[in-house]
């Protein structure tokens, strides 16, 4: 029982550290450029193609190739996205609502992009594309105090603490990231003082884009790869983004093991002492976003009205 | 190409999906176009609509004759194929009560979903109401009185009791735009309306209208009930149209599809989004008729299909951001004062040159 409860624990922490990969980038792109990203789900799920074509073609079964692959792959998209749609419109004055459109417009063009590829892929390699287990072994498991750690649990961990660290590094000790936060606090006047706007915001992009499709990647060697990966996973992103406020990294992560821990050990407790089914487990973010934006508005120009005007607490 | 292409067959099913996917661009329109609530849950009112009527028809039903099996048994959707068409006061009766109520819930939801939303920005908005729907979708997919994944079938057409499925098919699509028809007077009136301008004043400046003394969140708050209500009522539409309803029927795509038209015919127009839903739909219903022809294909027809729409929407916003049809001033009594005056201004400066 004590094992039991230990193993489900790993679990929820697994999950959070994946979905606090996805969900980071997500309130870091956000924050720059004011866009509600639905690309995202884009990010993640060509991230976890990124592995499985790699896998299923050339047989690559290193994970850190493939989370090399997948973050080249998630950042060119985002530069391309930015390139192509978001800086066109925002730079004709276009709105939250419009860019929010846009960027929506994107979305369903890159999943059918993605099932069209697939179809000609999978006839190509004779092979089932759709739904894919990759059980990539490259670290090993490891057993600490009794409890058996898997590889794709180390593989979470290391990878989210170097993207942490990378993270930490880039916005605080380099031009770019100082950049980046001026861009963030005040976009005309980052660029009065002479900061190359649109370049700097393409650098952030690809940092975005990345870090989401590795986020992919985590998550089907976790779980599984379909096109529908990032779709299934994009109420709980951006419930977490939202918790952060979309405006505060540390908050996100942070974000990110509330609702790890409420979705899995919550849904446990509920369904040991209620008996209620496990597949009502997206309940329980939603009513977390819900407590969330009742409880603590966003404030300033993430709020609606009246709540822009609200002092701030604390 | 197609050697028995029924053109007025076409026309009709055309028809009710033109009327059904109007309804709602009008009420996304009203939403958007007009108040600038992005709304990325459309389709979880349509959905409630629906599934009300869905649940209202067979329950009813199997209740009137005393059947005992639950409706999304075998024996049950046997007993509603052959009590279903029985009378023909129970039908419309059904189908009118499922209207209203289609109305007044699926509004009463958005009314109360305005409670936690109108805290939050446009954006954090779009994403709230996106998660709702969702999660209305998978409350649906697991909830077995409402028929889980399979959903319910047999939902008795109001027009059942006529013997001809033709003719039936064909009153149906003119009560579909008659509804069309009333909605577009609806909300033609409300954009006209001082309301409508003040709607236009939130969309524009927020805070620039709270300062004029408009209560900016109860205004928000009555267009998403009025605007959920007409999806209900599309919604219900639908479900009497299609005869069964399950849960993939209100997937996130669907929203798209509706944002798409209002987007394509041009924003704050409801003209505009009729024009939209009318080119989208045309579009729709001409694939389903030729997709069977093509045989096998390499790529899905569907999936290039949505490809299409969302390159299409990019496009409109980036080249052609009024859509078709653009959105027009209102012409109230002063502005028509002011322009007569001007245009007498400059014939009487012309004549007074000529003098």
């Known amino acids: ?314 | 190409m197609l050697p028995s292409f029924d053109i007025l067959g076409f026309l009709v099913s055309w028809g009710t999906f033109l009327g059904i996917y109007a309804i709602l661009a009008i009420s996304l329109n009203l939403e958007v176009g007009l108040t600038g609530m992005a709304n990325f849950g459309k389709v979880a009112f349509y959905g409630i609509g629906a599934y009300l009527a869905a649940s209202l028809s067979v329950y009813t039903v199997l209740a009137v004759y005393h059947v005992a099996a639950a409706p999304y048994t075998t024996e049950g959707i046997i007993a509603l194929g052959k009590y279903g068409g029985a009378s023909p006061a129970l039908d419309l009766g059904i189908f009118a009560a499922s209207l209203m109520l289609g109305f007044i819930i699926a509004g009463c939801v958005g009314y109360l979903l305005t409670y936690p939303t109108l805290r939050v920005g446009p954006a954090f908005l779009g994403i709230t109401l996106l998660a709702f729907g969702e999660l209305l979708r998978i409350f649906l997919l697991n909830y077995q009185p409402l028929g889980a994944s399979k959903g319910l079938s047999g939902i008795p057409h109001p027009f059942l009791w006529i013997p001809d499925p033709v003719l039936r098919e064909r009153l149906y699509v003119l009560v579909v735009l008659g509804f069309l028809a009333v909605t577009l007077w609806f909300a033609e009136r409300i954009t006209n309306s001082p309301f409508g301008r003040v709607l236009k004043a939130v969309r524009d400046d927020e805070v620039a209208a709270l300062c004029m003394g408009k209560h900016v969140p109860r205004v928000k708050a009555t267009v998403l009930f009025i605007g959920s209500g007409m999806a209900g009522v599309a919604g219900v539409l639908l479900a009497f149209y299609m005869s069964s309803v399950n849960p993939n029927m209100f997937v996130p795509a669907v929203t798209f599809n509706i944002w798409a038209m209002v987007i394509l015919g041009g924003m704050g127009n409801n003209k505009g989004a009729v024009v939209g839903a009318a080119i989208i739909t045309f579009v729709d219903r001409i694939l389903t008729f030729i997709t069977p022809n093509l045989g096998i294909t390499i790529i899905t027809p569907d999936y290039i299909r949505w490809m299409i729409v969302g390159i299409l929407i990019v496009l409109v916003l980036m080249f052609m951001p009024g859509g078709l049809v653009p959105e027009k001033p209102i012409k109230t009594p002063a502005w028509e004062a002011v322009e007569s005056l001007e245009k007498e201004s400059k014939e009487g400066g012309s004549g007074g040159g000529e003098a």
């Open chain 1, 1 to 314: 029982m004590v094992n039991m409860d230990a193993y489900q624990v790993l679990t929820a922490v697994h999950i959070a550290l994946i979905y606090a990969v996805l969900a980071v980038p997500l309130t870091l792109s956000y924050k720059t450029t004011k866009i509600i990203n639905f690309v995202h789900i884009n990010f993640i799920t060509y991230g976890a193609y990124a592995a499985v074509l790699l896998y299923t073609f050339l047989g690559i079964d290193n994970v850190f190739v493939a989370i090399a692959a997948a973050f080249i792959i998630g950042g060119i998209m985002g530069v391309i996205d930015n390139v192509a749609v978001f800086e066109p419109l925002s730079r004709r004055g276009a709105n939250v609502v419009i860019l929010m459109i846009a960027s929506m417009g994107l979305w369903i063009f890159y999943k059918y992009l993605m099932y069209s590829v697939l179809d000609v892929l999978s006839r190509v390699a004779k092979a089932n594309l759709v739904s894919v287990l990759l059980r990539f072994e490259t670290l090993p498991r490891v057993v600490v105090g009794g409890i058996p750690i898997t590889s794709a649990f180390l593989t979470a961990a290391i990878t989210a603490a170097a993207l942490a660290l990378m993270l930490y590094f880039i916005l605080e000790k380099t031009a770019v990231g100082k950049a980046i936060r001026a861009i963030a606090d005040n976009p005309t006047l980052a660029e009065i003082s002479g900061i190359p706007r649109s370049r700097v915001v393409n650098v952030m992009w690809f940092m975005a884009g990345g870090m989401a499709a590795v986020g992919g990647v985590l998550w089907a060697i976790f779980a599984i790869a379909t096109p529908e990966v990032g779709d299934t996973l994009i109420l709980q992103v951006f419930a977490i983004a939202v918790i952060g406020g979309l405006t505060s990294l540390s908050r996100t992560a942070l974000g990110a093991f509330i609702i790890a821990f409420a979705e899995n050990l919550g849904m446990a407790f509920l369904n040991q002492v209620f008996g209620v089914p496990t597949s009502f487990k997206p309940f329980i973010t939603f009513s977390t976003l819900l407590i969330v934006i009742i409880a603590f508005p966003p404030l300033g120009a993430g709020g609606g009205l009246p709540y822009r005007f609200l002092r701030k607490r604390r």
